[in-house]
């Protein structure tokens, strides 16, 4: 049986903000209401569901696998914004882009600095495709 991610809700201080700034970025779609919601489209099927009504919010991370290409993009959006990024989880090595597992990768910080990530090479590599 596959079971796929499907949706998370997101605490945060302003939903819609917090939703197209993570849109923005991602270069994503306009986010879209559902219930007390603002949602975030991803391109695997999976939502960010973002919610304002919970109080003030715990800080999570998400990573986003994302292409060569659009990393590019999303860096440059981040670069434009003078938004601060780090190579790593722990914002260490500010402004520097890692190279874990043959891919690059970035983290910075959404509205409410929920600790947020790209990646073009997933953790461990690409799996096999050999079975
Ligand atoms: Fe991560």
């Known amino acids: ?8 809700i997101v ?4 939903k819609e903000a917090s939703a197209r700034f ?3 970025i991602l270069g994503l779609g306009e ?4 219930g007390p919601f603002a949602v975030v489209q991803l391109g695997n099927g999976a939502s960010l569901d973002f919610a304002d009504a919970h109080g003030r919010p ?7 696998l994302v292409t060569e290409a659009e990393f590019d993009q999303i860096h440059a959006r981040i670069v434009e914004r003078d938004l ?9 090595r500010g402004r ?24 073009t090479v ?3 590599g690409w799996p096999s495709t050999r079975e």
């Not at 601060?84 to 260490?92: E, K, L, S, V």
């Open 1 to 8: 049986m596959a079971v796929e991610f499907n949706h998370t």
């Open 11 to 14: 605490d945060c201080t302003d």
């Open 22 to 24: 993570v849109a923005d």
């Open 31 to 34: 986010p879209s209401s559902y």
């Open 58 to 64: 715990h800080t999570q991370h998400y990573a986003f």
């Open 84 to 92: 601060p990024y780090w190579a790593d989880p722990f914002h260490r």
């Open 96 to 119: 520097e882009i890692n190279t874990n597992d043959g891919g690059r990768g970035l983290y910075w910080n959404d509205l409410d600095d929920h600790n947020l990530e790209i990646l």
């Open 122 to 124: 997933p953790y461990g």
